[in-house]
């Protein structure tokens, strides 16, 4: 069945970048997502990928997809104290006509000095 | 402003009593979700709805209902069938057009605790 997986926590000095892994298993997917979620809070879209790109960069945030070996990654450059966050790896599954995201459990990043 | 207003924010149960939990939205999205999270598991899809009047169970239904009366609205009963109700509830919704990312938009979340 479809499954979304990544590692659980990552530690990073201030100023040096972050890289998340994940990896998929629905080859039909045809978008796959990256979510930030702060304490106490809901989760908010950071960036996405649609399945023919092989990369994606938007200001700090590069994404990268190996669509060979259903990987996804997320760099995120000059890492600030501000990039906390527990991040959410989610690929997209199309079940009866319906756009379900299935989501990872979520990589906790700690940025320390 | 445009958004998703989940309520209560914390909530704490007795056992073996129901308890609903609020999700209204105002960004006219069609689909509602409710998504339940644990620490270390990703989010679970409890059920979600397309059109008012109509829902679908996601992969961990057993002890909840919802309903759809209306398209702003879609809340969540956690009923004493649940067995581990204890967690963080997530409610989203999107827009259904299939030209669109399928991006969900997700309120603040409620934390269900059960003494």
């Given at each position: 069945g479809e499954d979304v997986e990544q590692s659980l926590f990552l530690s990073v000095r201030e100023g040096d970048s972050s890289v998340i892994n994940c990896t998929y298993t629905d080859s039909?997917?045809?978008?796959?997502?990256?979510?930030?979620?702060?304490?106490?809070?809901?989760?908010?879209?950071?960036?996405?990928?649609?399945?023919?790109?092989?990369?994606?960069?938007?200001?700090?945030?590069?994404v990268l997809l190996n669509k060979k070996d259903k990987h996804l990654s997320?760099?995120?450059?000059?890492?600030?104290?501000?990039?906390?966050?527990?991040?959410?790896?989610?690929?997209?599954?199309?079940?009866?006509g319906y756009n379900k995201l299935i989501f990872g459990a979520g990589t906790r990043l700690a940025v320390h000095p | 402003d445009?958004?998703?207003?989940?309520?209560?924010?914390y909530l704490f149960r007795k056992e073996g009593q129901n308890v609903t939990l609020s999700c209204e939205q105002n960004l006219n999205?069609?689909?509602?979700?409710?998504?339940?999270?644990?620490?270390?598991?990703g989010l679970r899809l409890i059920y979600y709805s397309q059109i008012v009047n109509d829902f679908q169970k996601g992969d961990i239904a057993e002890g909840y209902?919802?309903?759809?009366?209306?398209?702003?609205?879609?809340?969540?009963?956690?009923?004493?069938?649940?067995?581990?109700?204890?967690?963080?509830?997530?409610?989203?919704?999107?827009?259904?057009?299939?030209?669109?990312?399928?991006?969900?938009?997700?309120g603040e979340g409620s934390r269900l605790t059960v003494l």
């Open positions: 039909s997917s045809t978008y796959l997502y990256w979510y930030k979620q702060e304490p106490g809070a809901g989760l908010q879209l950071l960036t996405y990928i649609f399945s023919n790109m092989d990369m994606k960069q938007d200001q700090r945030l590069t997320l760099r995120i450059a000059d890492t600030q104290t501000g990039d906390s966050a527990i991040y959410f790896c989610a690929e997209s599954s199309i079940s009866g | 445009g958004g998703i207003t989940q309520s209560p924010k999205h069609d689909a509602m979700y409710w998504y339940r999270q644990d620490p270390g598991q209902s919802v309903s759809r009366e209306k398209k702003e609205s879609f809340p969540l009963t956690v009923t004493s069938a649940q067995k581990n109700p204890t967690a963080f509830y997530l409610c989203a919704s999107s827009p259904i057009d299939r030209g669109q990312a399928g991006e969900l938009f997700f």
